[in-house]
């Protein structure tokens, strides 16, 4: 128990970290009086550094040591954070989330590999529904907890939370967990390792780029680089001795589905983030403190279903209970299409958050144990971090695509709104344009300016803004039905089999 959870606080951090902040976003930037075009890339700096360095992650830790690589990003943030709570502006703020991304990709990518080397094969399935339980209440339980106390103290105590898990990682890691074996004659793939960074980069850059317009060189330039870079990784890994991923695993329909899964539940939890910060301040006018409130309920109930899944695949397998996890989340998705309004209770804001929170943290469950079963020996570093790169890929794409259909949404019933008033094309469009420039923030994550809606009072925005949203989360739980249905085909019944 003891190592699960030490490596689960470490895990812990790299949810909790980005969430605080960015549910508590408007304080900062309002402290530094930061402009609103670069908001976002404030609360997104980290989550890109993780989703492009990820992969080098496991590499790392394959040769120079799995724990070793932990302690080091471990430390980092601990100093990072610690230097953060002095920021004396933004730009040395903004550099600190950089730096601290880059910490935060040694926690994200090394410690499910850890727990592979550490604890036996017959063992590790429940071993898991605890390491995900332990994220559960962590992320139930702090953004309550910050919303008080940056009440009560302001923002700089945000960045406290961080050093004070790391704190206890280190310590139950430096006594229970045992170094991993080290690859003394692999090298790592620079070349695979920086192609997949730029594609991941630059499809992030680019999605976020075409809230603005499609037709710019700033939208279609870095998605051109990110293709070109995508297929030369591919090529370079058929050709590479030592290759940063083998290409060989995705011929396994399970460990494909396991990472369509991955991306899916990321992608779901954070375009639902930009749902509830974004309309709950917007329309319903809720607090930060409110906001955090809605993830506190059912916080241990989801934490015992995790348990209890993780037990559920290590004596059948992760079939069932991804398809199930999956259907949770696409359930609600539906919940919010069916409920949302101007004048949304809410109360009904809370089973949609615990339906996501449950769905995602299910799935990730069942993802997990499938994804290090296909992992050779010596190499759980490099193939615990391509299911961290899918994952912190939805979770990048989640925010920007999220606002990519909103706003296509938004704007036609903007549109209609105005002709039904008698208002010109130029005086919606202009309306348009103001939410729009709440929107056009940088990848990974969002925030509108909550008086948006207060400087267009001549339209009804609060409904236009409900049925966009509305369009929007009908759209998006396709995909986690999709997945599911690929999931129940494909992938094994019966536990040890590979489809």
């Known amino acids: 128990m003891p190592i699960v959870l030490g490596l689960a606080a470490a895990y812990a951090v790299t949810a909790v970290d980005p969430l605080v902040l960015n549910l508590n976003l408007p304080q900062v930037s309002r402290a530094f009086q930061v402009p609103p075009q670069l908001v976002g890339l404030l609360g997104g700096a980290a989550t890109l550094v993780m989703a492009a360095a990820v992969l080098a992650v496991g590499g790392l830790g394959d040769v120079y040591g799995l724990k070793r690589l932990l302690r080091l990003g471990l430390v980092t943030v601990t100093v990072v954070n610690l230097l953060s709570v002095f920021s004396p502006g933004y730009s040395f703020l903004l550099a600190m989330r950089f730096l601290d991304g880059l910490g935060m990709t040694a926690l994200l990518g090394v410690p499910l590999a850890l727990l592979k080397v550490s604890l036996p094969a017959e063992k590790r399935p429940a071993a898991i529904g605890v390491f995900v339980a332990v994220e559960t209440i962590m992320c139930g339980v702090t953004p309550a907890f910050t919303g008080w106390a940056v009440a009560a103290v302001g923002w700089r105590c945000l960045f406290l939370v961080a050093p004070l898990l790391c ?229 990048a794409f989640g925010p920007t695509v999220y606002l990519l259909l909103f706003d296509a949404f938004f704007h036609r019933r903007l549109l209609a709104d105005a002709k039904s008033r008698g208002l010109s094309v130029t005086q919606a469009v202009q309306a348009v344009d103001a939410v729009r420039s709440g929107m056009a923030l940088s990848p990974g994550s969002a925030g509108y300016d909550s008086n948006l809606l207060r400087q267009t009072a001549e339209l009804s925005l609060g409904p236009d803004v409900a049925d966009g949203l509305r369009l929007t989360m009908l759209t998006v739980s396709l995909l986690p039905l999709v997945v599911a249905v690929t999931a129940h085909v494909v992938m094994p019944r019966r536990k040890g089999l590979r489809a």
């Open 167 to 395: 704190l206890v990682s280190l310590r139950l890691t430096a006594r229970y967990v045992p170094e991993s074996r080290v690859q003394q004659r692999r090298r790592l793939d620079v070349v695979g390792v920086a192609l997949v960074g730029v594609a991941l980069l630059a499809l992030v850059i680019g999605l976020a780029a075409a809230q603005n317009s499609v037709s710019q060189p700033g939208t279609w330039l870095p998605l051109v680089i990110s293709v070109a870079a995508a297929a030369l990784f591919v090529l370079h890994e058929r050709r590479a001795a030592e290759p940063a991923v083998d290409l060989a695993l995705f011929r396994s329909p399970a460990f494909a589905v396991a990472l369509a899964a991955t991306l899916t539940l990321n992608f779901l939890v954070a375009g639902y983030g930009v749902v509830l910060g974004q309309f709950g301040s917007m329309v319903l006018s809720l607090s930060p403190q409110a906001i955090g409130l809605l993830y506190l309920p059912g916080t241990l109930l989801i934490a015992s279903a995790v348990v209890l899944a993780g037990r559920l695949v290590g004596k059948c397998s992760p079939r069932p209970v991804m398809v199930a996890g999956l259907l949770l989340m696409a359930a609600s998705g539906l919940l919010m299409a069916g409920t949302v309004s101007p004048a949304m209770a809410l109360w009904l804001l809370v089973p949609t958050t615990w339906l996501c929170g449950l769905g995602s943290l299910v799935t990730a469950t069942a993802v997990s144990e499938t994804v290090l079963s296909h992992a050779p020996p010596g190499h759980s570093g490099t193939v615990a971090s391509v299911q961290s790169a899918f994952g912190m890929t939805g979770y």
